[in-house]
């Protein structure tokens, strides 16, 4: 789809939760990558707790053979001020089956239970290889690291992302978040008042 950083965007399930979305940096261009710096050092500047950003989910697909670009490491290098950067790793699921592909291409003795209790050390060790490494070398390190195994099939969650989420979020604009909740239920309950 088309994207573009400074539309906002919400999901019925993701109740207070307001999403921007760019092109991916292998995809797109440098203008792309400074509009992402520049978006973000705009929402670090926001006074107001809804033109703040709290968190970046960075998203980086493990489901092509080419590891990680230097454009996607750009921002790790340079850094993103104080808004800290969780790191989701999705598309596991297939890291998962191109080991299970290789196992069995080359090695024929191999049982199908075989194959499936090698498959997770074998691509822990592709992962920590191809991705992992290379993050660990940037300056300016993620938060948290999460991963996604088949968040497309129905019935899976979330859940240790959003964990993550608000394990990542300071007491600062926790306290925010608070407060702007108390000021919407003040403000209701004297238009109640009021109304009546």
């Known amino acids: 789809g088309n994207h573009e950083i400074e ?20 995809a797109g261009s440098a ?3 400074q509009k992402v710096r520049n978006f973000i050092e705009s929402r670090a500047k ?3 707790l809804k033109d703040q950003l709290h968190a970046i989910w960075y998203c980086l697909p493990t489901s092509n053979n080419r590891g990680m670009t230097d454009k996607e490491m750009s ?7 104080n808004v800290p950067i969780i790191t989701i790793f999705t598309k596991m699921d297939a890291l998962d089956q191109e080991v ?3 196992l069995m ?3 024929d003795d191999l049982s199908h239970e075989e194959i499936e209790k090698k498959v997770p050390d074998l691509t822990e060790e592709i992962f920590q290889k191809k991705y992992l490494k290379r993050l660990n070398e940037v300056k300016h390190k993620p938060r948290y690291v999460v991963y996604l195994h088949g968040t497309l099939l129905l019935g899976t969650n979330c859940d240790e992302l959003i964990l993550r989420t608000s394990q990542t979020l300071d007491r600062d604009t926790l306290k925010l978040f608070c407060l702007s909740i108390l000021r919407i239920n003040i403000e209701s309950r004297i238009k109640q008042v009021i109304n009546k």
């Open 7 to 26: 539309h906002q965007f919400q999901y019925p399930t993701a109740h207070g939760f307001v999403f921007h979305d760019s092109c991916r940096f292998e």
């Open 31 to 33: 203008v792309e990558l």
């Open 46 to 48: 926001g006074v107001q």
């Open 75 to 81: 921002l790790f290098e340079r850094g993103m001020g």
């Open 100 to 102: 299970r592909n290789q």
């Open 105 to 107: 291409f080359n090695d």
